[in-house]
């Protein structure tokens, strides 16, 4: 079900992308039309993009607590860089 490919492009992939190939993967399972091996791998394949959605979703939370707007309420005259060490 999933290649060696697909596996090593995890990270390459954006938010939404792999939002839809989790989606499809849990469709697939439920229907119950893959064999044990093949559930077996879309399962781990599952749990990694569930693991990369979470890791993008920290990084965006992040990146929006670190915009402030100053006492005015007026857009702020730079930004500043993101640094997930913050």
Same mark, same amino acid.
């Given at each position: 079900?999933?290649?060696?490919?697909?596996?090593?492009?995890?990270?390459?992939?954006?938010?939404?992308?792999?939002?839809?190939?989790?989606? %499809?993967?849990?469709?697939?399972?439920?229907?119950?039309?893959?064999?044990?091996?093949?559930?077996?791998?879309?399962?781990?394949?599952?749990?990694?993009? @569930?693991?990369?959605?979470?890791?993008?979703?920290?990084?965006?939370?992040?990146?929006?607590?670190?915009?402030?707007?100053?006492?005015?309420?007026?857009?702020?005259? @730079? %930004?500043?860089?993101?640094?997930?060490?913050?």
């Amino acid at each position: 079900m999933t290649s060696l490919n697909e596996s090593k492009n995890i990270n390459a992939i954006s938010f939404e992308e792999a939002l839809r190939e989790l989606e %499809a993967i849990v469709t697939s399972l439920e229907r119950g039309d893959v064999s044990l091996d093949d559930a077996i791998a879309a399962f781990e394949r599952g749990t990694a993009l @569930k693991a990369h959605c979470q890791e993008r979703l920290e990084e965006a939370r992040m990146k929006v607590e670190q915009i402030r707007l100053p006492e005015d309420s007026k857009p702020p005259d @730079k %930004a500043s860089a993101f640094s997930p060490e913050n």
